[in-house]
């Protein structure tokens, strides 16, 4: 487990480089550690050395893990969701980065309603316009908040991207640079229910990269926990 570790403080000193390069602090940039394929055990660690926020992508694999892993971290929810699994999915996460459509918007509101809750949710954009990937068109989601933003039960914190994978990761910074901008004209919106205030783009291959173009959080799985298997 020591290589655990050893990753996050290698991670820790990368983001700080990337943030002083953006004119911010490490402390500005938050780090979701993506727990799919790997162990309690091992992500007990990355807990254990500090790391608060923790990504997963299957509702099924969450449930299991939260009862497992100890200490005072929040859970988000980062892969795509299924309408039928939203009743657990508002239980269990303290976050949905992955709402990419008013129909999923409508029964988060739903489920969340009926727990007396207000879900906190960013919007994912499709940048790349990947059809193997999910996402809200970059154009329509300025209207797809607008919609969402009337619902009660839902709070929209910002909006979460997957850059195309491009072998050097200097390519993908006019899309990180895109999803800035589109970040700040729907901050600019001030939009009822709406707090734009997270930009959740940057994996282990491009986190630096989405750092300076403004993420303030990002998600890294095998640069914590080593390649998956
Ligand atoms: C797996 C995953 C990550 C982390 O990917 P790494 O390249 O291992 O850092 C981040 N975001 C999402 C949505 C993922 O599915």
Not at 162 to 183: G, H, S
Not at 214 to 224: D, V
Request: contains cysteine.
């Amino acid at each position: 487990m020591e290589f655990v570790r050893k990753n996050i403080e290698t991670l820790r000193l990368r983001v700080k480089e990337a943030a002083e390069k953006s004119g911010r602090r490490e402390e500005d940039i938050k780090i979701v550690a993506v727990t799919k394929t790997v162990m309690p055990e091992t992500i007990q660690v990355a807990v254990d050395c500090g790391l608060k926020i923790l990504g997963e992508n299957r509702v099924q694999e969450a449930q299991r893990k939260i009862e497992l892993v100890k200490g005072d971290v929040s859970w988000h929810m980062i892969g795509h969701l299924q309408k039928n699994k939203v009743k657990y999915a508002v239980r269990l996460f303290s976050m949905i980065q992955s709402v990419d459509s008013y129909e999923l918007a409508v029964e988060i509101d739903k489920r969340a309603g009926k727990l007396g809750k207000v879900m906190d949710v960013l919007v994912q954009v499709n940048i790349g316009k990947e059809e193997t990937k999910f996402g809200a068109e970059y154009e329509e989601t300025p209207e797809l908040i607008k919609k969402i933003s009337e619902l009660e039960n839902i709070r929209v914190k910002g909006l979460m991207a997957i850059a195309p994978f491009k072998e050097d990761p200097e390519d993908v910074r006019p899309f990180f640079r895109k999803m800035r901008e589109l970040f700040l004209e729907l901050k600019n919106l001030r939009l009822k229910n709406v707090e734009m205030e997270i930009l959740s783009m940057g994996m282990t291959h491009d986190f630096h990269v989405a750092i300076e173009e403004g993420a303030n959080m990002i998600r890294i799985g095998s640069g914590i926990f080593g390649p998956r298997i």
